[in-house]
């Protein structure tokens, strides 16, 4: 494990990539928000929780899922919740004007829970309430106010921790910055060391200004899945902290009726072996690297698909190369190895395909990447590189359709400092 997180903290973090992609610099900041996990007394890294967002449309139909959010999560935090609490909530009293409390008592898959919900606006039954889901007892609870709408924050003093819930205005988030802000505000207020803001921002995350009087921290790291996280399209669900990890993985999970995706933040590293993932790229449509036809034969190739749960849409890590500081990408449908057509006499635009995994060095064979998360700001973009060639992951065209091509490609550029969205990719956990 030792060797594990070793690798974790050098070779994924390696800033600007084989071929010099420019790097976002980022400031420095007081202040942080972080996640803590439940039950234990002691102070855990701040990146050892899980996390989830969810806009729940005030629908109290939606408390099962919810609840069932927190089953994997420290902490969940909600947007436009119901006031009216899950069945079987405990009351446990107001905290100030406007907050209700709730224990939610255990049961045989789940602990106890602590709910908060934060009744806003004239009409809260009509409103836009943040709300938090909790595996432990918040120290503190708290209304944290906003230009138009307010924060609801809790903290663990023990993790040195405050979380914070935000739904920012509907105007295209023009307050979101200013919620961040005054958290992170908070936070140094109350000497906390880490802060994690998590909610529906109205915006897309690269629209978010950073540094100076108006934007977000300059320290500030976002975690975002890649995709649309509303039906309609935009990216609009995420996370925003001054705690760079990778254990923050975000990840889609089921609208249960609701027109916006929960959001998971989890890790790569499962406690019983490689974490699998789906491998979205930045297109904007959500669709996923997919093994055509979930076919198990040499040389099958690699296509873009919408996901569909299926195993060959499936991939874990197996860490490989010089002091593992590069990886071999795996399909949970076949145990076989990412590699590209003719191998080491491929040349730039060749196809992706799977193959037997074989023992060979990174200079002699095509099966070995180095994944590589050039922009401090975004830490979950991740960058591909064949060791062997040299050339990147990429999905032919910038196309989106099912079925387009997954090649090797030399490096493309974006809006600098970010490379080309088919170039870009997230990892999404699935377990």
Request: proline share 6%; hydrophobic share 35%.
């Amino acid at each position: 494990m030792q060797q594990s997180e070793e690798r974790a903290r050098t070779a994924l973090w390696r800033i600007g990539g084989r071929r010099g992609l420019i790097a976002l610099v980022v400031g420095a900041l007081c202040a942080a928000f972080l996640l803590t996990g439940g039950g234990t007394a002691s102070a855990a890294p701040p990146d050892s929780n899980r996390m989830a967002t969810w806009n729940m449309q005030r629908a109290s139909g939606r408390w099962t899922y919810a609840l069932g959010l927190s089953d994997n999560a420290s902490v969940v935090a909600l947007q436009e919740a119901s006031i009216t609490p899950p069945s079987g909530a405990v009351s446990l009293g107001r905290i100030g004007r406007n907050i209700r409390a709730y224990r939610i008592p255990a049961t045989r898959t789940r602990g106890e829970r602590y709910l908060y919900i934060l009744h806003q606006g004239a009409n809260p039954a009509r409103g836009v309430n943040p709300a938090m889901i909790t595996s432990f007892r918040p120290n503190r609870v708290e209304e944290i106010a906003g230009v138009y709408r307010s924060a609801l924050g809790v903290v663990r003093q023990a993790d040195n921790t405050l979380f914070a819930s935000i739904h920012a205005s509907a105007s295209g988030g023009t307050d979101a910055a200013s919620l961040v802000r005054r958290v992170a505000t908070r936070s140094r207020q109350l000497a906390l060391g880490n802060w994690v803001v998590l909610g529906d921002f109205n915006r897309a995350p690269r629209s978010l200004p950073v540094g100076g009087t108006t934007g977000i921290p300059a320290n500030s790291h976002i975690y975002e899945n890649g995709g649309p996280t509303q039906l309609s399209g935009g990216r609009l669900d995420y996370a925003v902290s001054n705690v760079l990890t990778q254990n923050w993985q975000a990840a889609r999970g089921n609208p249960r009726g609701s027109d916006h995706w929960p959001i998971t933040f989890s890790s790569l590293r499962a406690g019983a072996g490689p974490a699998r993932f789906t491998l979205g790229d930045n297109g904007g449509n959500g669709s996923v690297l997919d093994v055509y036809q979930a076919r198990r034969t040499n040389g099958t190739h690699l296509i873009l698909y919408h996901p569909d749960n299926g195993t060959n849409q499936q991939w874990t890590l197996r860490p490989d190369g010089f002091q593992h500081r590069s990886d071999r990408i795996v399909s949970v449908n076949s145990g076989k190895c990412v590699d590209v057509d003719n191998g080491t006499a491929s040349k730039e635009g060749s196809r992706m395909n799977i193959w037997d995994c074989h023992r060979h060095g990174p200079t002699t064979d095509t099966q070995n990447f180095v994944l590589e998360h050039p922009l401090p700001l975004f830490p979950n973009l991740t960058t591909i590189t064949n060791e062997r060639t040299e050339y990147l992951l990429n999905v032919a065209g910038n196309g989106t359709a099912d079925g387009t091509p997954v090649i090797q490609y030399e490096q493309q550029y974006g809006p600098l400092p970010f490379p080309a969205d088919n170039e870009a990719f997230y990892l999404h956990p699935t377990s």
